[in-house]
């Protein structure tokens, strides 16, 4: 009986502050114009790529998607000989 009495104590009192502090909101903050803080960032840029192959994906005979491969070529990195 106890334990009854703890539940609608618990209920109660959940309902109670829902009551008091439901219309309670936080305070919008205005915007800050701070553009002078923006910087662009802009990605890498894209380097040559070579196809090398191209393959079908083959699961139990039947033709899944293709595996390309692609090297990286660069004409101006030095390689030996």
Do not use: C
């Amino acid at each position: 009986m106890a334990y009854r009495y703890k539940f609608y104590f618990v209920i109660l009192s959940i309902i109670g502050s829902l009551l008091i502090y439901g219309p309670v909101r936080a305070q919008e903050r205005p915007l800050s114009d701070n553009s002078a803080e923006q910087q662009m960032v802009t990605g890498p840029e894209q380097h040559p790529m070579r196809l090398v192959s191209f393959d079908p994906w083959v699961v139990e005979g039947e033709v899944k998607g293709v595996v390309a491969t692609y090297v990286y070529d660069d004409v101006a990195t030095e390689r030996p000989g």
